[in-house]
């Protein structure tokens, strides 16, 4: 290679690598996967390393029970929770988890096989907050006072049933509308007032939030059911494609992830994982094995591999790397029992399912711990989200704490 | 089950060595028992895989009336052994086409006695969930026709063998905790007031008429399947149903299957609020609490649920106390067993469990037992009139609470002494077509 020839490229080079390298600062996480939608959050200015005392723990709170997940804009954090018959929405500031202003709203514990409460997380847009309780009834409240803006009980209105363990999408906010995993193949809303768009069949939902691919012609809005995924217009609700995905109850929990033309879905119960190309707007099957299976949680994609939690919740599950394109398992950890899982510039942010908080850099060459320390106490199952250098981690039982990682 | 299974998991590395299964004759270990699977729920696959790991299943068939976990369930049998079962959606059917060696049924309480008579009738040995019936006179066909047909029939109860629940049972019987007087079975949880859920057409999966079968057909709901039977009265018996059969049947055991003289008990939804059952909505109907106080010879045992309050400031939520004249012995379940000497001098002794986890079983152990007595022709170790003993005491329990007063126990006749409204809920109609079962004499 001749130097002075590469020496023209040499200012866009630096201009490129600057644009990549271009630290990101405070980022808001306004909805469940991050505003990208990924569950990966750019931020790389923030600190892996901690004290001998253990994790810099800023602030805790005591938000209710429930699997809710955190949601952050400017210095206002949100989540969800439950106490005597209530379930309330709460608005903490960032700095020292004062509480800015509380919502409540009546709803059953439904403890049903689990520890109950909101399964949901809240989405923030336009000043406005999106929350989908569990028996189906759509919130919206005012950002900055927590007052109440409207509410429908969407389920009733679009006459569809609530799946065995109730809503558990979060809210996907997309132009005027409000999107929801509702019905068969979801329900769309106006997001100014809560007035019915267009609606799908009175069958089960699943629990994964919908995710949308925009076409050159259309886009298609994909919802996962108790049986299937589902591609539907996203303009008229009209179903596209089909692609049945069963499980033992009906829990296609996972959201799925859409890259370069491709679709990779994942459910635990012994169902497995596939990832499938869109040929002529149908998907059609890459690879399918079951060696990823996502019961709760979102994998993640990055730099061409999939981190995420394999196996059933109570199984002992695995925190697994594997490659996108072939599905092949890079590496796999048996022992970390994870809870939750979040990534944030290229670092993996575990929450063990006894809380502890375990940082590693996400590379296929293997799980390398950079940090580990104790952040909560009990049973932990919802991802921690990190978000202008503060990471929020919940545990079941409701306690919320902050740990500052600012540079 | 809403108990923490994840607190005991750090012990069961080392238990699963201890349960590796009593090694079965040789010469049989070829022997593959043509299976089938009646339930194909997450229980009845629990059993399931159990029989596979054993080494001597061949699967042929597996029911359910929902096709989703049929079809489910058929891959994974196919991961776990290679197997191709084919399905049903009715065990009639399947009895009919298939030659059955062990039937395995893991259905909702109410379809136990036509399932399993429905199995032995076409030569199969049984292994069967408890409770044996949904009512008295159910449990009593089973056992009576099993035993005209020389079969075999493991009752799900798999703490008879459970490693702690043995090495309890015998420092019981060794006297250890003296002369017990009185026997405390409970199990608690946590909870409120329940507010009715909406009914909604079944899904297009599920075969809801023949759900229901021999039940009353009621609007479905979510609520009961999958996984909610057991809070509907028309399909189970409540808690005292469930868990109850388990501890009723560790205080037989330790008793020597003796028999209560009478049986009285209380409780109500004094929290989940009355039942709701209409067009639109419905709630459960299982008791949230119930006492129920059987009255032995030389002892009385009573057992109590609540699904309000906790565990309070017991250590457990879950178990058996026996209080005896040197102290009081709590048989647990993921907590082992502790012995607490009356004389505060003495130390606390304690044996921890030996679990299969997630769930806290020990299934591995119960179907090496039920391969060694279908070779051996013994019985089982929770053989079914075993299973009967603990099933009929829960039923007694929830047939007083029906009552709202006592009933006397004829134990060798197996009726209510001198109460024909009493004698009357020991049987229930059936829906048509189905057909209570006759009890052979």
Redesign the interface.
């Known amino acids: 290679m001749n130097v002075s020839n590469d020496y023209r490229c040499l200012p866009v080079l630096v201009f490129l690598l600057g644009a990549i390298n271009l630290p990101l600062m405070a980022e808001d996480w306004n909805r469940w996967r991050g505003p990208n939608g990924t569950g990966m959050s750019n931020e790389t200015q923030w600190t892996s390393h901690w004290a001998e005392a253990g994790p810099p723990i800023a602030w805790t709170a005591e938000v209710g029970i429930g699997f809710s997940s955190c949601v952050i804009q400017g210095n206002q954090m949100l989540t969800i929770g439950h106490a005597n ?1 209530t379930d309330t929405v709460v608005c903490l500031d960032v700095k020292d988890g004062h509480s800015i202003w509380k919502f409540d709203y009546p709803a ?2 439904d ?5 109950g409460g909101p399964t949901s997380t809240p989405t923030i847009d336009d000043g406005s907050v999106y929350v989908l309780s569990r028996v189906g009834e759509l919130y919206r409240l005012d950002l900055a006072s927590g007052a109440l803006q409207w509410k429908t009980p969407v389920a009733e209105d679009a006459q569809v ?4 363990w109730g809503c558990s999408a979060a809210p996907l906010i997309a132009g005027d509308r409000v999107v929801l995993n509702l019905g068969e193949s979801g329900v769309v809303v106006d997001k100014q007032d809560g007035t019915l768009i267009w609606k799908s069949n ?3 939902s699943g629990y994964a939030t919908p995710v949308l691919i925009h076409g050159p012609d259309q886009t298609t809005a994909v919802f996962a059911s ?2 299937a995924y589902i591609g539907v217009d996203f303009d008229s609700g009209k179903q596209l494609w089909r692609e049945r995905w ?5 829990c296609n929990a996972a959201d799925p992830i859409v890259h370069d033309g491709k679709m990779f879905l994942s459910s635990g ?2 169902r497995g994982a596939a990832l499938f190309e869109f040929v002529d707007g149908q998907p059609k099957e890459v690879w399918k094995n ?1 060696e990823m299976q996502n019961q709760l949680h979102s994998s993640m994609l990055y730099d061409g591999h999939l981190y995420g939690i394999d196996g059933n919740m ?3 599950p695995r925190l697994r790397c594997m490659d996108w394109s072939t599905g092949n398992v890079i590496w796999s950890i048996d022992d970390l029992h994870p809870g939750g899982l979040a990534m944030a510039g290229g670092r993996l942010l575990v929450l063990t ?2 809380g502890e908080l375990v940082i590693a850099p996400a590379t296929p060459q293997g799980f390398k711990e950079l940090t580990r320390g104790r952040v909560l106490e009990g ?1 932990c199952w919802t991802s921690p989200v990190l978000s202008g250098g503060r990471v929020y981690c919940r545990s079941v039982a409701g306690q919320v704490a902050c740990i500052d990682l600012r540079q | 089950m809403s108990l923490d299974r994840r607190h005991f998991l750090s012990s069961t590395a080392a238990a699963s060595t201890l349960l590796a299964a009593p090694a079965i004759h040789a010469a049989s270990k070829t022997k593959q028992y043509r299976t089938a699977l009646i339930g194909t729920g997450w229980w009845g696959m629990n059993i399931l895989r159990e029989a596979l790991a054993a080494g001597q299943t061949k699967v042929v068939a597996l029911c359910d009336v929902d096709s989703d976990r049929l079809e489910i369930a058929a891959e994974e049998v196919q991961d776990i052994c290679g197997d191709q079962p084919r399905t049903y959606g009715d065990f009639r059917e399947l009895f009919e086409k298939e030659s059955v060696e062990i039937a395995i049924i893991a259905t909702p309480d109410h379809w136990h006695a036509l399932n399993a008579l429905a199995a032995i009738e076409a030569g199969a040995h049984l292994f069967i969930e408890k409770p044996t019936g949904h009512t008295i006179g159910e449990s009593q066909a089973i056992l009576r026709a099993s035993r005209d047909a020389g079969r075999t029939v493991q009752v799900g109860l798999h703490r008879r063998l459970g490693p702690h629940h043995v090495s309890g049972m015998k420092f019981l019987k060794e006297g250890h905790a003296g002369d017990i007087g009185r026997v405390q079975m409970y199990v608690h949880s946590r909870g409120g007031k329940e507010e009715p859920t909406k009914n909604s057409p079944p899904p297009e999966n599920l075969n809801w008429e023949m759900y229901c079968g021999p039940a009353p057909l009621r609007p479905f709901n979510r609520r009961i399947h999958p996984g909610g039977f057991r809070h509907y009265l028309d399909f189970a018996n409540g808690t005292l149903g469930d868990w109850g059969v388990h501890w009723l049947d560790q205080m037989l055991w330790w008793s020597g299957q003796q028999s209560p003289r009478s049986v009285y008990s209380t409780g109500g939804r004094y929290v989940q609020g009355e039942p709701v059952l209409n067009a639109t909505e419905q709630t459960s109907d299982a008791p949230d609490c119930q006492i129920a106080t059987y009255q032995f010879e030389s002892f009385d045992a009573v057992w109590e649920h609540r699904k309000f309050g906790g565990a309070g400031p017991e250590k457990s939520s879950v178990g058996c106390y026996f209080y005896g004249s040197k102290g009081t012995f709590h048989m647990g379940w993921r907590d082992g067993w502790t012995f607490y000497p009356d004389d505060s001098n003495q130390s606390v002794v304690h044996q921890d469990s030996q679990l299969q986890e997630p769930d806290g079983h020990n299934l591995k152990l119960l179907w090496a037992d039920f391969l060694q007595a279908i070779e051996s022709g013994k019985r089982p170790a929770a053989d079914i009139e075993i299973g009967h003993q603990a099933t009929t005491l829960s039923l007694l329990g929830m047939l007083s609470l029906k009552l709202g007063r006592s009933v006397e126990w004829d134990a060798s006749r197996e009726r209510i002494i001198d109460d024909d409204e009493a004698n009357a809920l020991l049987v229930r109609d059936y829906r048509a077509p189905w057909i209570y079962p006759k009890i052979s004499s």
């Not at chain 1, 049933?161 to 065995?164: A, F």
């Not at chain 1, 069963?246 to 009906?250: A, D, E, I, P, Q």
């Open positions: 018959q059953p514990l403890d049903r096989d689990f520890e049933r609530l799946p065995g009175d069958k089960e108790s049986r069963l499980t033992s109850f009906g119960y012994n079951k109570e199984y002992e399912d006894t049973k």
